[in-house]
């Protein structure tokens, strides 16, 4: 590979400019540099989100509340010829402790299920955060770090059986595909990649409005794009999809075009903007967690002073920092449809 700022003089060393060349190619040649020259500020919408070699140990300093994957195993190898049910799965967000509280709200958490034919074992396949939402979303401000400090994993659990109640008492448990154990092999070979190379869990879709087709500068990364990709990559394969209406909740930040400002050396290092250090720990000192009653009171009213009244919101995204110039609605939850894929629609990316 060439090194950045290199030229290639191509095929025998000779450049193809000159004295002899005509007028035209010259305005060719500057309209292309010019391109070429503005292209690394053009901020490509939405920011793809950003893919890594391998996944990090998890500090000791972050640690779950509720233990990631407890009963978690390795995906097995199904017989070529088995046939695989593969069923859609949605409960509401924490309904094990809540019930159906966040189910009012269409604050679901959606899983795929599988069901071997031949062995007559059910599997649950699911991807969520590995030291819960919170700490995924907002950092902590440690008081001997100058930077704020991210417990921000996410990654796919896969264990044996699927709990009905679980699911169908508040939620879905509904066939959606069958497929061949082939299929369901080269699936989780995918899986694998998909897991070891998204690690982050990301929250917030930021669009510029809620009207249809409005930009949108960040997409999410969680439970329910899991689950599509997952659904994408099968239908890839040949899986064909039944005709039923399937919904996701989305949590949507609303702002102007963002403003890139940095990642964690530019902004909080020995060289770093200490103005903007400042603002970025003020803005994300309300978040914090384990507050007394007065003080989450007291929070949510320096949230709204924020967010509503001044119209900030700084993102952290691909472990760099953006400001959000928020605009009304500022905020909304939805439960939106996207429907289930094609047989052989190509997946992009991964």
């Given at each position: 590979m060439a090194r950045a700022g290199s030229a290639d003089p191509g095929v025998g060393g000779h450049w193809a400019a000159g004295p002899g060349c005509a007028p035209w190619r010259w305005a060719l040649a500057l309209l292309w540099l010019a391109t070429a020259a503005g292209g690394p500020s053009r901020r490509q919408w939405p920011v793809p989100y950003k893919r890594f070699s391998f996944r990090p140990e998890p500090d000791p300093y972050c640690q779950a509340k509720y233990t990631f994957c407890p009963t978690g195993s390795p995906i097995p190898v199904m017989k070529g010829d088995d046939v695989i049910e593969?069923?859609?799965?949605?409960?509401?967000?924490?309904?094990?402790?809540?019930?159906?509280?966040?189910?009012?709200?269409?604050?679901?958490?959606?899983?795929?299920?599988?069901?071997?034919?031949?062995?007559?074992?059910?599997?649950?396949?699911?991807?969520?955060?590995?030291?819960?939402?919170?700490?995924?979303?907002?950092?902590?401000?440690?008081?001997?770090?100058?930077?704020?400090?991210?417990?921000?994993?996410?990654?796919?659990?896969?264990?044996?059986?699927?709990?009905?109640?679980?699911?169908?008492?508040?939620?879905?448990?509904?066939?959606?595909?069958?497929?061949?154990?082939?299929?369901?092999?080269?699936?989780?070979?995918?899986?694998?990649?998909?897991?070891?190379?998204?690690?982050?869990?990301?929250?917030?879709?930021?669009?510029?409005?809620?009207?249809?087709?409005?930009?949108?500068?960040?997409?999410?990364?969680?439970?329910?794009?899991?689950?599509?990709?997952?659904?994408?990559?099968?239908?890839?394969?040949?899986?064909?999809?039944?005709?039923?209406?399937?919904?996701?909740?989305?949590?949507?930040?609303?702002?102007?075009?963002?403003?890139?400002?940095?990642?964690?050396?530019s902004i909080f290092g020995p060289t770093g903007n200490k103005t903007l250090a400042l603002a970025i720990k003020r803005f994300y000192y309300p978040f914090k967690p384990h507050l007394s009653t007065k003080e989450f009171l007291l929070s949510i009213l320096q949230i709204f002073d924020a967010v509503i009244i001044h119209r900030e919101f700084y993102l952290f995204y691909n472990f760099e920092y953006w400001f959000l110039p928020m605009k009304f609605p500022f905020i909304k939850i939805t439960y939106e449809e996207i429907p289930l894929p094609k047989r052989n629609e190509t997946l992009s990316g991964l």
């Open positions: 593969v069923f859609r799965l949605q409960t509401p967000v924490w309904e094990f402790k809540y019930g159906n509280l966040l189910g009012h709200l269409k604050i679901m958490h959606d899983a795929i299920g599988f069901k071997s034919t031949l062995t007559g074992k059910n599997y649950t396949m699911e991807w969520y955060e590995l030291f819960q939402l919170g700490n995924c979303t907002f950092p902590h401000l440690r008081p001997e770090m100058n930077a704020p400090f991210w417990c921000n994993q996410g990654a796919a659990c896969f264990f044996e059986g699927i709990d009905d109640i679980h699911w169908k008492e508040n939620g879905t448990l509904v066939l959606v595909a069958t497929i061949s154990g082939n299929t369901f092999n080269q699936m989780a070979k995918w899986v694998k990649r998909d897991n070891e190379t998204g690690i982050y869990y990301e929250t917030w879709t930021v669009q510029a409005s809620p009207t249809k087709g409005a930009e949108t500068w960040f997409e999410s990364y969680d439970c329910s794009k899991f689950v599509l990709r997952t659904y994408k990559k099968l239908a890839e394969l040949g899986a064909e999809f039944k005709k039923i209406e399937t919904n996701y909740t989305r949590i949507f930040l609303y702002s102007g075009e963002p403003t890139y400002l940095g990642n964690e050396t």
